[in-house]
């Protein structure tokens, strides 16, 4: 039975206390219905104590009053109806559709809570994800069941790098996939660009969009992520699909938390972030991965903009202890017209070596990525060395690398938005740039695979 009370006492932003309660869980849905309204507000609980419970709403708190209001607890928390008739379709940070469709039938109908994977039941993330773009395929590779951060900035082009890996990415062994793909927090143009490049191009036939923008309610900013999770689980654990799951921006999403942490006055941590924005991250963070006996997996992009670029600020510092590497943008690349700015040399993606190598990509994949990361790292030392002796003062070698480096930037990391590279025409540059080196220098690859690779490609 749907308890009713009318002890409202206060309501401050989003937050409404109810005082006098007893059996409310945490997380539990709430209708406020004001006096002068016909449809009541829709809500959940925070913070359940004895005697009251804090409960956030939905939507604007605008007009809220607390005399004669009521709010009824539903008893239960917020679920998403799912079914495969969701790929092709675009929700809001309610699960509602809005694209103009009916409403989907739901198979059933899921808590979006959701739960980490118990580490017992995990299996090893393996097998590669294509992405399209070079510098994540052959240098960064993506694995099936990682999370691989974008590090981002305000002003760098994250966004259309997140539409590009979601039109593009697919497996190369026949499976089905498809890609989840969230927005949280983002202006209406951008919102606009989301959804028409993926029905210009076709892809949102095998996408889920969510889509919360700017001036929806914060509380669908922190639901929109689990969302997407309880979407992706539901397609790959009981459709056997793999899914990639992109979720842009993460910043917006702590900004959210940040909101809500400040209005419930609790003590907050570092930068003003709540003490346990660790531990919220990793609720999203750690539902990726493949379960021991089921076929499919869930993949995460998560993308998040680094205030003022600076990589240790709290939300890509607690980040990079979560997740399993990082792709971190450049400013000097997107001065210099390079797109995607991607930052090879502080980029990482610790499970590489899981998604590469014969049968999986190419038996010289290995030593194509190490010789190509090691070469332009040598490159940029040498440029900045030239900046300070002059070119004169370099011999043939260092000269040989600057070119290399240069060559690299330009044909390697810059790549068309609508350019999608496969593993092969990734590896097949790599080998064009790294003949611009004396062979004496390729000490990262195998002899057998300089003399059949580098012949075959001349």
């Not at 995607?340 to 194509?368: F, M, N, Q, W, Y």
């Amino acid at each position: 039975m749907q308890k009713e009370y009318k002890s409202i006492t206060s309501i401050a932003g989003p937050l409404v206390l109810i005082e006098g309660v007893e059996g409310i869980k945490y997380e539990e849905l709430v209708e406020i219905q004001m006096p002068h309204e016909s449809q009541p507000r829709m809500g959940k609980v925070l913070e359940a104590s004895e005697g009251f419970a804090l409960v956030q709403m939905f939507e604007s708190p605008q007009g809220a009053v607390t005399h004669g209001a009521k709010a009824r607890f539903l008893g239960e928390t917020m679920k998403i109806g799912v079914s495969p008739d969701m790929l092709g379709r675009v929700f809001n940070g309610s699960g509602k559709p809005i694209d103009g469709r009916p409403e989907i039938i739901p198979e059933k109908r899921l808590d979006i809570s959701g739960a980490a994977i118990n580490p017992y039941s995990r299996d090893f993330p393996n097998d590669f994800i294509q992405t399209g773009i070079s510098t994540i395929d052959c240098l960064n590779t993506l694995v099936r069941g990682q999370k691989l951060p974008i590090f981002s900035g305000a002003g760098l082009p994250h966004n259309r790098i997140a539409a590009q890996i979601a039109r593009q990415a697919k497996v190369n062994d026949g499976s089905e996939f498809a890609v989840v793909f969230a927005a949280m927090g983002v202006t209406f143009e951008e919102a606009q660009f989301f959804q028409s490049e993926f029905e210009k191009t076709g892809a949102i036939e095998k996408a889920v969009l969510f889509i919360n923008t700017a001036d929806d309610p914060v509380v669908e900013r922190i639901a929109i992520p689990r969302l997407a999770l309880t979407t992706a689980e539901y397609l790959a654990y009981e459709k056997e699909m793999h899914v990639l799951v992109v979720l842009t921006d993460l910043t917006n999403y702590a900004e959210a938390l940040r909101e809500v942490s400040a209005a419930r006055k609790e003590v907050p941590g570092r930068r003003g972030y709540p003490g346990y924005l660790y531990t919220d991250l990793a609720t999203i963070y750690e539902r990726a991965g493949r379960i021991k006996g089921k076929k499919g997996s869930v993949t995460q992009i998560p993308i998040l903009t680094m205030p003022e670029d600076d990589i240790t600020h709290p939300i890509p510092d607690l980040t990079g202890y979560i997740t399993e590497g990082q792709i971190v943008m450049s400013r000097e690349l997107h001065r210099k017209g390079i797109y995607p700015p991607a930052d090879v040399l502080p980029s990482l993606s610790r499970l590489k070596d899981k998604g590469i190598g014969d049968g999986k990509t190419r038996e010289d994949h290995a030593g194509v990525m190490n010789q190509l990361y090691a070469s332009y790292a040598r490159g940029k030392d040498v440029r900045e060395l030239a900046i300070i002796l002059g070119e004169a003062a370099l011999d043939d070698v260092d000269r040989a690398y600057m070119k290399f480096a240069n060559a690299f930037e330009d044909r390697y990391i810059r790549q068309d938005e609508h350019e999608d590279r496969d593993i092969i025409k990734s590896l097949s540059i790599g080998w064009e740039l790294l003949k611009m080196l004396p062979q004496a220098e390729l000490k990262r690859i195998k002899p057998e695979h300089i003399e059949k690779y580098m012949k075959a490609d001349a």
